[in-house]
């Protein structure tokens, strides 16, 4: 079960880097006709698996981790890590 949740994490953390490699570039308008950009369209779809396996990969490892109290302060250390990578582009946003 360690190395299931090892894994969740680490998906975790490699799907907030690919969201905010695909938010760097700005996306062309889709009011021209065109419909949206695929680029648009993949990142909204990363978007969206990553908070599920996050909020899969936080429930998991309540009920696994919940006694071992320096495993779950790293693992969730670097879960918040990830969530803040997920929100740094709405916040950014917002800040505008």
């Known amino acids: 079960m360690r190395a299931y949740f090892n894994t ?3 998906l975790s953390c490699l799907l907030s880097i690919v969201y905010l ?3 760097r570039a700005p996306f062309p308008m889709a009011s021209d006709g065109n ?3 695929g680029r648009a369209v993949l990142a909204y779809l990363v978007s969206i698996l ?3 396996v996050h909020g899969h990969t936080l429930v998991f490892g309540l009920f696994l981790y919940g006694k ?3 495993a779950t ?3 969730f250390g670097i879960l918040v890590a990830s969530a803040l990578l997920l929100s740094f582009h709405a916040v950014k ?4």
């Open 73 to 75: 302060q790293i693992a």
């Open 50 to 52: 990553a908070w599920i």
């Open 8 to 10: 969740s994490v680490f």
């Open 93 to 96: 946003a917002m800040m505008r």
């Open 35 to 37: 419909g949206p950009d």
């Open 68 to 70: 071992n109290k320096k």
């Open 21 to 23: 490699l695909l938010m």
